[in-house]
């Protein structure tokens, strides 16, 4: 009985959320709406930016030590 009442209590919450952001609270909802999206896409971007450095680095170790296996196979 718990667990269907914590899902109804959970359920009422957020259509009393949804409610309020949509009747009283909708231009305040759109300023940290907007507001969000400056520091998710710079985040965003700095996430991309690591990857791609770390590729690159991966790809020259990758390929030193592909070298490495050759000159050792030819020198047997």
Same mark, same amino acid.
């Given at each position: 009985?718990?667990?269907?009442? %914590? ?5 009422? %919450?957020m259509?009393?959320? $949804?409610? /309020?952001?949509?009747? $009283? ?20 971007? /700095?996430?991309a930016? $690591?990857?791609?450095? *770390? *590729? ?17 196979? %030819?020198?047997?």
């Open positions: 009985m718990g667990k269907f009442l %914590a899902i109804l209590l959970g359920l009422i %919450a259509a009393g959320g $949804v409610i /309020l952001v949509i009747v $009283v609270w909708t231009q305040e909802f759109l300023n940290l709406l907007f507001g969000c999206i400056p520091p998710i896409l710079f985040f965003g971007g /700095l996430i930016l $690591v990857a791609g450095i *770390s *590729s690159i680095k991966d790809a020259a170790r990758t390929k030193k030590l592909e070298e490495e296996v050759e000159e050792e196979e %030819a020198a047997e």
